[in-house]
């Protein structure tokens, strides 16, 4: 069976030409959750050429309400290769080149440069921002969205002066855990599979060279009562396009600032405070050995810590601890965070299987 474009090649704006068009495209997606599922599955449908995907993670059981590329079956395997199982049963003319890797300062320009379109599906301020200053500097179009809970944004950067980068909008990034992300604060699948449909639908846009891509805006839309807003986002006079003189290069992470470790008992024999920065709620649900002081609070009382001590962060997915190190770091304390988080440790209750 051959792949079919009929549908949208009847379009005046796809036609013949848009059609070859984007199976000449490459498309970079970082991150393949809930964003990047509906991203991968519209972009492999309309017959993108090549969809390089990066993500480091595996799939938890807890994902596939948001995630429904992936199935029950496939929980502990990587999601790059899952996807690219994925995209050869929908569109085996679409090509998938799968990096299980996290996207860094090291491989962040090579990546963005090898595509004609980079789709920002990540859950984390840090990766916004890296994925930002990796476009403007290798001046490619990136197509970003943000959600917390019901609702979400939606901005396109291009390397033209009617664009602004996120940097336009937030001279100073955000830290992580300021707000929370899919992996602490609740979310409705739906919600992610909307925003990432419409990543899609703009990606295509860009590629087919049609109206209407977010030019100079900001799409605000809340999904608990409808509501959507769109608000001017002017580039700033010093992001003169196509650079930006915010940008010089792309900050570097320590390399030891994450710790792999097998169990919370080989934790306990580091030389190393344990501290769990989850909520009390979480902590109260599933308790821990280590000594608990929920993230906003550590954040706001560093001095809680010993600058003569070394410390290991703990959370559920290593995110919020990975960001919480990154801060505390700055402020000259040696601090970790444990790698993939307590989902990632060898379960406790042999059990269970
Ligand atoms: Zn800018």
Not at 47 to 57: E, I, N, S
Not at 139 to 157: C, D, M, N, T, W
Not at 185 to 210: H, R, Y
Not at 324 to 330: F, G, I, N, V
């Amino acid at each position: 069976m051959q792949p079919d474009y009929s549908r949208q090649m009847l379009l005046k704006e796809v036609g013949a030409a848009g059609q070859a068009a984007l199976a000449k495209s490459r498309v970079l997606i970082v991150g393949l959750g809930g964003l990047g599922s509906p991203v991968l599955q519209y972009l492999a449908g309309a017959g993108v050429g090549v969809l390089g995907v990066v993500d480091d993670d595996a799939l938890h059981a807890s994902n596939l309400h948001r995630q429904p590329i992936y199935a029950l079956d496939e929980v502990g395997a990587l999601k790059a290769p899952l996807a690219s199982a994925a995209v050869a049963k929908l569109n085996p003319d679409v090509r998938v080149e799968a990096h299980a890797a996290r996207l860094t300062a090291d491989n962040a320009l090579e990546l963005i440069r090898a595509h004609d379109v980079v789709v920002d599906c990540s859950d984390n301020f840090r990766t916004k921002f890296l994925i930002n200053d990796a476009a403007v500097l290798a001046r490619r179009p990136a197509v970003f969205a943000s959600i917390y809970q019901y609702e979400g944004q939606l901005q396109v950067y291009k390397p033209l002066a009617r664009h602004a980068c996120l940097r336009c909008l937030w001279p100073n990034a955000t830290a992580d855990g300021v707000v929370g992300n899919c992996a602490e604060a609740g979310v409705l699948g739906p919600v992610p599979g909307a925003f990432g449909a419409l990543q899609a639908l703009l990606t295509l846009k860009i590629l087919l060279d049609m109206p209407g891509q977010l030019d100079g805006e900001l799409l605000l839309l809340d999904f608990m009562n409808f509501s959507s807003i769109t608000l001017k986002a002017p580039r700033r006079s010093e992001c003169a396009a196509p650079a930006c003189a915010l940008i010089r290069d792309l900050p570097r992470e320590d390399q030891d600032i994450e710790m792999h470790v097998p169990s919370l008992a080989a934790a306990a024999q580091l030389p190393a405070v344990l501290i769990d920065v989850r909520s009390a709620e979480e902590f109260a649900s599933a308790p821990t050995p280590a000594r608990h002081i929920p993230m906003p609070t550590l954040l706001a009382h560093p001095e809680l810590l010993s600058a003569q001590e070394r410390y290991l962060l703990v959370c559920a997915s290593g995110k919020r601890s990975l960001a919480a190190a990154r801060e505390l770091r700055r402020r000259g304390l040696a601090v970790h965070s444990l790698a993939g988080g307590l989902q990632a440790l060898t379960p406790r209750h042999a059990h269970d299987s």
